[in-house]
């Protein structure tokens, strides 16, 4: 079996996270009935954009961490301090 590798993200790694987050949270979310495609898609949009990735990535409470299976990310952790 292959080893995980858990690393702290870097700046680069935001246009990556913000990929994998946006798909990974609409498949979590998108069959909800209580969430409106509509509302669902703005929602996303504002949230999981490079930008708004790299500004949480900047920001010293929020650390993501990545998970990664022969250097090939497979998930990934985001935790708030406080």
């Known amino acids: 079996m292959s080893e995980i590798k858990i690393r702290k993200a ?10 994998l987050s946006y798909k990974t949270f609409w498949d979590a979310f ?31 409470s929020s650390i993501f961490l990545v998970a990664e299976i022969e250097n090939e990310t497979v998930g990934y952790a985001k935790l708030i301090v406080g």
């Open 10 to 19: 870097a700046i680069e790694d935001a246009e990556m996270l913000a990929d």
């Open 30 to 60: 998108h069959a909800h009935p209580k969430n409106a495609p509509e509302d669902l898609a703005d929602y996303m949009a504002k949230a999981f954009n490079v930008g708004q990735i790299r500004r949480e990535l900047a920001d010293e």
